[in-house]
């Protein structure tokens, strides 16, 4: 296959929005990567083309029936103008185990990287610079073939768009509150919970509406099967901290492996710190924190990178954790790893790619 990219720039440019006002997902940029697949050409004609929208037909399996998959990375401007990337190999390969579990058509991972740098590089005007800012970056695939019936597609895209986004964060890292979630599960095991798919995110908004008129930012969801175990927080993995102890709840076929627990758990082992990934019941939490030992709580994913946990509604009790603040070890894992992504701390993993420019 001929996979040299296609780069057609566009005539006009939109106006960016200001670095300090930006949302999340809101914005998007000048210009956009797609690669078709068709069965018998496989994946196909990767090019570069003006930000636009796309034309489907009305019978397209990915309206119908979700064969989708999607990724979430973020580019970060330095102080110095560089550009990085922080461990992008994890999420296309993650985007390749989606690919799997949804019955789509793996993709060349390194054509996918290299796409996803000239797409950066040719709206790079576009990567914010006010502290905490990024460009968010959403590679995805959709199944296009109009047929109605239950079946794989036998056509796809692959698009790569880009959004610049806001501090996650703006007036300091803040602690959230959120609820035990007793009715809804989000995964089961032998289910689509490890793949990044929509219809886990349709399905999960429920939960997350009867939360919100509650006051509660997000879920804690529990395991589908026996609704005991502690699986995630809303989208975001979750550790505690009790008695000293770092503690995650175990990857079990139903939690999706995310790219930051990984690096937290390395990071962590790095400073000497060990973590348990085992099974965690929400009984176990509720012990910790009628005894005193309920430390820490954070979720952790791309967007926030960590999202400290302030409050627990479990039952009709309220669990208020280190009096609603930041927690010491969050703030230190936040803090190292913002540094590295942003390049002002050192890198001793490797985990920074930098994008030529
Ligand atoms: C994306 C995601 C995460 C976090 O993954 P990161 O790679 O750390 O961004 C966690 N849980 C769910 C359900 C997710 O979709």
Redo the contacts with the bound molecule.
């Keep these: 296959m001929d996979d040299k990219i296609a780069i057609t720039l566009s005539d006009t440019r939109k106006k960016k929005p200001q670095s300090n006002q930006l949302l999340f997902g809101r914005h998007f940029t000048d210009h956009m990567f797609i690669l078709d697949y068709k069965e018998d050409q496989g994946w196909h004609n990767p090019r570069i083309i003006p930000y636009q929208p796309l034309t489907l037909d009305p019978a397209a399996m990915v309206f119908h029936y979700g064969q989708t998959v999607f990724e979430?990375l973020k580019a970060y401007l330095s102080k110095d103008e560089q550009i990085y990337l922080f461990r992008p190999y994890e999420?296309m390969r993650?985007l390749n185990e989606s690919n799997e579990r949804l019955c789509i058509p793996t993709v060349d991972e390194e054509l996918a990287i290299r796409a996803l740098i000239q797409l950066i590089q040719v709206d790079k005007d576009w990567i914010p610079n006010a502290d905490g800012t990024a460009l968010y970056i959403r590679p995805f695939i959709v199944a296009t073939e109009p047929y109605l019936g239950v079946a794989p597609s036998k056509t796809y895209k692959f698009i790569i768009i880009l959004s610049p986004v806001g501090a996650y964060y703006k007036e300091g890292i803040n602690p959230i509150k959120i609820a035990v979630e007793r009715k809804f599960v989000?995964a089961v095991p032998g289910g689509t919970g490890t793949a990044?798919t929509g219809g886990?995110y349709a399905g999960s908004l429920k939960a997350q509406e009867v939360a919100a008129d509650k006051g509660y930012a997000q879920v804690l969801w529990l395991d589908g099967r026996e609704n005991t175990y502690i699986e995630?927080v809303g989208?975001?993995?979750i550790f505690f901290k009790i008695n000293g102890q770092v503690i995650t709840p175990e990857l079990n076929g139903s939690i999706?492996e995310?790219?930051?627990?990984k690096s937290i758990i390395q990071l962590l082992s790095h400073w000497g710190i060990s973590v348990e990934e085992r099974k965690i019941s929400i009984s176990e939490v509720y012990e910790a924190y009628q005894s005193g030992n309920l430390q820490e709580a954070f979720g952790?994913?791309?967007?926030a990178v960590i999202s400290p946990i302030g409050e627990f509604l479990w039952e009709q009790e309220t669990l208020s954790i280190n009096n609603g603040e930041t927690g010491e070890l969050s703030k230190r894992l936040y803090d190292t790893l913002t540094g590295i992504q942003y390049g002002t701390l050192d890198d001793p993993f490797d985990w920074r790619i930098t994008v030529p420019q």
Excluded at 258 to 261: L, Y
Excluded at 300 to 303: D, E, Q, S
Aim: charge should be positive; charged fraction near 25%.
């Design positions: 979430g999420n993650r989000r990044k886990n995630e989208s975001m993995n999706l995310g790219i930051t627990r952790t994913g791309t967007a």
